[in-house]
């Protein structure tokens, strides 16, 4: 599709980004796959973009995970306000629901990024003996660990 490539080289002469792996799809179907520009406007980024580039979208893969645990505790006839994360990671606080870690008022604080010297197989056990900074539910502390332990639980 010739055309869908011009759409995004337009984007990114006009600087809207300096690079895109696309993958276009009909059903199950692909329909066009391509991989037009470069990694990044600054020049230690001026790798060219394949059609394998993964890209870290940060923040936003909070709401497909919160999307799919909407999904799956509806499936479950889960009520995420009434259901203590600890019914799924034991260890934790059982004032701490579901929905708390959904808007980040769990009380957690530690960061995941303080976690990094420890092996992944061991964060859910830290921060199940961290100290809450606040009651859940009272205080929003924006913190990725509520999202972490969201997947984690999601995985049970």
Known sequence: MPQFRAIIERAIEGGAFPGASVYLGREKDVVWSGAVGRLGHETEFHESVCVGTLY???SLSK?????AALC????ASIAPESTPLSAFLPGFDPRISLEHLFNHSSGIVRHLQTLESLPAGEWVETLSRETLQTEPGRVVLYNCSNYFLLARALEK
């Open 72 to 75: 799956a505790l509806s499936e």
């Open 63 to 67: 709401i497909y995970t919160l999307a």
């Open 56 to 58: 870290d979208i940060a």
